[in-house]
Structure formats: C-alpha cells, structure tokens
C-alpha cells in the first residue's frame, strides 16, 4: 500500500480558525497524516486540545520546545510535509511570510519547507482590500505559493464583502491536488473485490491461491482518496484494507458471489480485482479428515458461481464491469475472449507472475478492442491508471 501522505496544518489567529478543525477530519478520512502547527493567537482563539484530538497527534507550538532536544522542530517539520497548508492565514502571517520573517515555529516552517505551499487567507474585508496585504499576497502567489482566495459574504465582524475563508471543499480539493490526487469519483458508489478465497475441505483445510490482495487494496485505497463511496468485498489477503465506506469481508467464492450480487443494485460500478477460486470442493467434512494407509487421496471439486458473469447478467443498465485475467499462455487472446463472453466493460490481463508480487506488467483491454499495454510498475500506479479508464466509462452516465 503507498504511503499516507503527510499535510502540515498551520492555523493562525483568524477568527476562521476553528474552521481549520472539520479541515483535519476531512483531510484525515481521506488518508493524509495531518500535523497542526499553531500560532500563540490561534491558541487564543481555538484550544490545541481540539486539533490534538481530531489529528490525532501533539500540536506543535513552540519553536523551543521544552522537550524534544534530539530534533530541530521545524526542520524535521518542514522535511515531514508533503504539503505545507495554511488554514486560515491572518494578514499579519502573510505580511511576514512575504518578508522572509522567521520569528516563530509557522513563520520558520514555512521559510524551511521545500514541499507546496497553499495559503487560504481569512480577513475583515477592509484588511483584505488593503494595498499593503494585496502586495503581500501577490509576493507570495508569485514565488509560487497556492492561493485559494477568501469569498464574499457576512464575516464575523457584521460587514458584508471579501475576506470570509474559501469553502472547504474548495481548500480540501486544492491540498489533495497538490498531492496529485484527483476528485473525480466524488460521491460515486462503486464495489472492489480483493484478496483470494479458501475454500474449505474440512474444518482446518482450505484450497486457495497465491493472490496477496495488493492490487485490489490499491483500487479500494486509491478510488476512495478520488471521493468514491467504495463498498470493499475483501478475502483473506497479506495486506491490511484501506479505510472505505463499507467493508464486507468474506472467505469462500459462494459468500463472494452472495455479496457482490446484493451490493451490485447501489452501484455504478463492480472492479473484480479478487482472485476467485474457480472450483471449490464439493463435500466439507465436518470434522477433520484423518490419515488412512492409502497413498492417494481423491478430492472431488465442483465449479463455483462466475460472480463476474453472473453481475454482468443482471446489472442495471450503465453499471461498468471490469474484470481481471490472469494467464500464464497467451494473455491478450484469452484476456480478450474473456471480455467478450462476460461482456465486460475493461479488462486488466496480467501474467500469472505478478500474482504476489509488489509489481504488475498489465495490459488494459476495452470492448472496442483498444489495447494499451505497460511496463512493469507498483500495483498501486496501475491502480491509477485502471481506475482513470473506468471514471471515463462511468462518466458517460454520471
Ligand atoms: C477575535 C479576533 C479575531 C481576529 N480575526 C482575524 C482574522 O480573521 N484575520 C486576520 O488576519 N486577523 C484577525 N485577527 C487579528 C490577528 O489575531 C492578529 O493580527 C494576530 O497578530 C495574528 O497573529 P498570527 O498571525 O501570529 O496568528 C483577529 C483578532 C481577534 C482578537
């Protein structure tokens, strides 16, 4: 699974700066690590307490902390963002930044940061129509710093126009962009299976397959940062499941196919990353088989429900399908044979090889017969690519 990235949050004493607080929780249900640096005026007007709490990490303050001598704060704070987010900015934070000022932690942080800076500004209407603030802010848009501008409307003071913070979608979707994160499955219902089944012999004996779930975890992890409302039907795997919108686990082909079928209806779209066992066997002994003094043993297997054939039978109009195909002899013949007797949507073929692997060689196949094949790459770069095919499908009905 990639890495969650890390946002350092700079609150300053704006009166917007409890609106920093939801910011954390959505930044966080997205995946991101969140650090809160506060200014001493932010303190005085929102408790650390708060931001501790929903981040889930100390806020830092002091840029000589009592504690910690074996790390320089704000280096090790700079070096840490992957984004450095200003939420609300006060023209007096502005008005330093633009002067190169480092005299306290935020002002010292963000002199240090090398990653992107996004500064959404939150003033009196009379402070942001200030010539001195306009220059402020021009210097710091043009030494490339994000500005996501403040609104119109009624601000804390009473007066009405300029200054109020930007909404927090508008500020949320700008940071994940910064990230090179995209929004473009927001609120779209879609299932990913992941992970292999087992299934059982008897009650300590399963039949099952190499699949580590990676690529599966990836699409569920990655389309649920674009704003999907991911229903994740997972078996066992060797990585942990991101955090979704609901999480069904199962272990056998049969509970997959149960799950997939009753989720398919709120969905727009089925990705069938998991690694289905074809055959189950067909008795489960109910206590454990013992060794007998024969040399063979005879298992009899029978076929378990093509859970994509049978979704793709009863979808509602405008549900995409895509499947995956793993295939140790001629991967774009069968892979395309499979799309056309499932009548699927997208089809990812990829060699038996890649099966448990970090890495993936695939080849994205769609009904019109586009063929588009890649080099090896992480799962989870191939995750992206997938699911920018799949939007486009989608989108068509959206
Ligand atoms: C109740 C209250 C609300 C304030 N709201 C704002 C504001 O929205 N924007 C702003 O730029 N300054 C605001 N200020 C003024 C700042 O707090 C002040 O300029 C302070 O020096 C900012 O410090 P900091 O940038 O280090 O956080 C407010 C002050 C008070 C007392």
Request: net charge positive; charged share 25%; aromatic share 4%.
């Amino acid at each position: 699974m990639t890495k969650a990235p890390n946002i350092v949050l700079g609150v300053t004493g704006s009166i917007a700066a409890y609106k920093a607080l939801d910011l954390v929780g959505r930044l966080r249900k997205k995946g991101c690590r969140v650090t809160v640096i506060m200014t001493g005026n932010a303190c005085k007007l929102v408790g650390p307490a708060s931001f501790e709490a929903l981040s889930g990490n100390p806020v830092a303050r002091e840029l000589f902390p009592d504690s910690k001598p074996q790390n320089i704060e704000h280096i090790s704070l700079a070096q840490l963002a992957d984004v450095l987010a200003i939420v609300p900015a006060s023209a007096n934070f502005i008005a330093k930044a633009a002067a190169g000022i480092a005299d306290d932690l935020l002002t010292t942080v963000a002199l240090a940061v090398r990653a992107p800076v996004l500064l959404a500004p939150a003033m009196n209407v009379n402070m942001w129509e200030n010539r001195i603030v306009r220059q402020n802010v021009k210097r710091l848009a043009d030494n490339g710093w994000r500005m996501v501008e403040p609104e119109s409307g009624r601000l804390a003071c009473g007066a009405e126009g300029n200054g109020r913070l930007a909404s927090l979608d508008k500020i949320e979707n700008e940071i994940l962009c910064l990230l090179g994160w995209k929004d473009d499955y927001r609120d779209i219902p879609l299932i990913i299976t992941a992970g292999r089944t087992e299934e059982p012999w008897d009650p300590v004996r399963f039949i099952s397959n190499r699949s580590s779930g990676r690529m599966g975890m990836a699409l569920a992890e990655q389309s649920a940062r674009r704003g999907a409302k991911v229903t994740l039907i997972s078996g066992p795997a060797d990585v942990p499941a991101p955090e979704v919108f609901k999480h069904i686990t199962v272990n056998t082909a049969a509970q997959m196919s149960q799950a997939v079928l009753k989720e398919l209806p709120h969905n727009r779209a089925l990705i069938m990353a998991a690694a289905v066992a074809d055959y189950a066997p067909k008795n489960i002994a109910s206590g454990k088989i013992k060794k007998n003094n024969d040399d063979d043993m005879t298992l009899t297997l029978k076929k378990n429900p093509d859970i994509i054939q049978l979704a793709a039978g009863r979808r509602k109009a405008g549900t995409v399908l895509v499947g995956f195909a793993l295939e140790t002899d001629n991967l774009i013949a069968n892979a395309r044979k499979k799309l056309a007797a499932k009548k699927l949507d997208l089809i990812v073929a990829n060699p038996a090889k890649t099966l448990s692997s970090e890495n993936i060689q695939a080849v994205i196949i769609d009904q019109k017969g586009n063929t588009a094949k890649f080099p090896p790459m992480p799962k989870s770069r191939l995750a992206g690519l997938i699911l920018d095919r799949t939007i486009k499908l989608i989108g068509a009905d959206k």
